[in-house]
């Protein structure tokens, strides 16, 4: 599956982006989805997580109540909406797939085999 993120943009601090991952390819229902971000000097590191019913997700707890993943396989797409930016969230911002993530690898870079470009958010104090 190809993988397309999509949505960064610059924000003021407090300020909501909504980044998009559309598939192609294949159909997306297949493929747990994770969102990842790399800040300037810094590892990649992960941020949410989507099981491929939509019915698990998980969330970094640097971000955890203010972002959110979804999805729509309707739309094979998933998103993630981000909300009370900080600075510190300024990175570049990655979707992965996976079609066989089980739930305790979630969170790991080296589960998802499939990757989208990045997508960059920066988000201004």
């Known amino acids: 599956v190809q993988l397309q993120a999509s949505g960064g943009g610059w924000v003021q601090a407090g300020g909501s982006l909504r980044l998009s991952c559309a598939a192609s390819?294949?159909?997306?229902?297949?493929?747990?989805i994770a969102w990842f971000r790399q800040a300037p000097g810094k590892v990649r590191e992960f941020v949410a997580a989507i099981r491929q019913s939509g019915g698990t997700t998980v969330h970094a707890d640097s971000v955890k109540g203010r972002f959110t993943i979804s999805r729509d396989n309707t739309k094979n797409t998933v998103f993630l909406q981000m909300n009370s930016l900080k600075p510190e969230d300024t990175a570049v911002y990655y979707c992965?797939?996976?079609?066989?993530?089980?739930?305790?690898?979630?969170?790991?870079?080296?589960?998802?085999?499939?990757w989208g470009q990045g997508t960059l958010v920066t988000v201004s104090s």
């Open positions: 390819g294949r159909s997306l229902s297949r493929y747990a």
């Open positions: 992965a797939g996976g079609t066989t993530v089980i739930l305790s690898n979630l969170r790991s870079q080296t589960a998802y085999s499939s």
